[in-house]
């Protein structure tokens, strides 16, 4: 069972606004069964361009209940249901938060339907209640009034139902309030994660990298990251959608990979300290540092010119290596090459290259 409701509010600072109005729909999937519409009196002034945007004004509001006289009736209507809404967070913040004014703990599931539009009916070049039920054929109206707005969001709820024909996607969108989706969902990540050396990328639900790690076990080190109960890790797990991963064969190539990753894309938890840059030159002007690769037939190259890191690259024939200009063509450019200097300098005071070949510039080996 459903609860489908918009509310419209005061306005004004988070978590300090008052609800001015309330449209509630109880849904069975297939017709509305109890509703549940009233002008709240929020005790507190409405922001002006709220009033401009509604059309709710203190004066109406003067003859209103007030939240503590509605309560039990939300109470009643939206229990042993899920609460759906366009931006669903917002709707249900406004609930707990009036119900904690009165010492009472609310919890609910919750179900929006912007993140279920998304995935039912992508590319959409707007997924605002207005625009999105514009271009679907929705007819709103009193936009911007609860009860016209719940309306409009029942429809737009009965059509993605009917698009979800597995009946899968509505199911995974639900935000429990034990959050189990979510649980199983980082579980099934971390179960497809290798057991081998790399760098792992978490991804928020926009598929931007949030957070880089490595380790000699990708799988290991993610998990170990996800069991953290410290404010950083709790807002990676909450925010994370994917993880993708890169072997790497070797330390040198993960150090080499994860500290360039992180200068090029800056993730949001990575906590990037300042390192202290190598003005020291390598033994030799040009040489390639040749290390294990990701298999037993592969090489991991790193090219140095004029003391300087051109680039690396993964190799599994002899001639890809002893080739400099064919090897050129194959390597990944380093742009930070003060920064690749100073990794591949600090990896060498504590480790041996695997093997190091020098060469003039200006021939081939």
């Known amino acids: 069972m459903y609860v489908i409701l918009d509310i419209e509010t005061t306005g004004g600072k988070f978590n300090e606004e008052g609800i001015t109005e309330i449209a509630v729909y109880k849904f069975d999937g297939h017709s509305i069964v109890d509703q549940f519409i009233t002008l709240v009196n929020p005790e507190k002034e409405i922001q002006e361009f709220v009033v401009s945007l509604t059309g709710i004004n203190n004066k109406m509001l003067r003859n209103a209940p007030k939240f503590h006289e509605i309560a039990k009736r939300i109470v009643e209507i939206t229990e042993n249901c899920i609460i759906v809404a366009h931006n669903a967070a917002f709707d249900y913040r406004m609930l707990k938060t009036e119900f904690n004014r009165l010492g009472y ?17 992508p590319e959409q070049p707007s997924y605002s209640l207005g625009k999105l039920c514009r271009n679907l054929g929705i007819p709103v109206t009193d936009r911007h009034r609860a009860n016209g707005d719940a309306l409009a969001t029942v429809k737009l709820f009965q059509l993605l139902l009917e698009k979800d024909k597995e009946k899968n996607i509505v ?20 179960d497809d994660l290798p057991e081998e050396e790399g760098i792992y ?7 931007n990298v949030i957070f880089i790690g490595r380790g000699k076990n990708i799988r290991f080190e993610a998990n170990k990251l996800f069991l953290k109960q410290s404010k950083r890790a709790l807002k990676i797990k909450d925010k994370v959608d994917s993880i993708t991963f890169e072997n790497t064969g070797n330390e ?14 800056k993730p949001k938890y990575n906590i990037i300290r300042k390192r202290k840059m190598t003005e020291k030159n390598f033994g030799h002007d040009h040489f390639i540092f040749i290390s294990k690769g990701r298999i037993p037939e592969e090489n991991a ?25 064919i090897l050129k063509n194959i390597l990944t450019p380093v742009k930070n090459k003060m920064l690749a200097k100073t990794i591949i300098k600090n990896y060498l005071t504590t480790n041996n290259a695997d093997k190091i070949v020098r060469y003039e510039l200006e021939n081939n080996l």
């Open 105 to 121: 703990n609310y919890f609910r599931n919750t179900l929006c339907t912007v993140s279920l539009s998304k995935k039912l009916i």
């Open 171 to 190: 199911q995974q969108t639900i935000k429990y309030v034990d959050n189990r989706n979510h649980k199983l969902k980082i579980k099934n990540i971390l």
């Open 201 to 207: 990328y978490v991804h928020n639900e926009e598929g």
């Open 252 to 265: 040198l190539f993960t150090r080499l990979k994860y500290y360039l990753q992180l200068d090029t894309l």
């Open 301 to 325: 190259v790193i090219l140095v010119e004029n003391n300087e890191v051109i680039g690396y690259a993964y190799t599994n024939l002899s001639y890809q290596t002893n080739k400099i200009e």
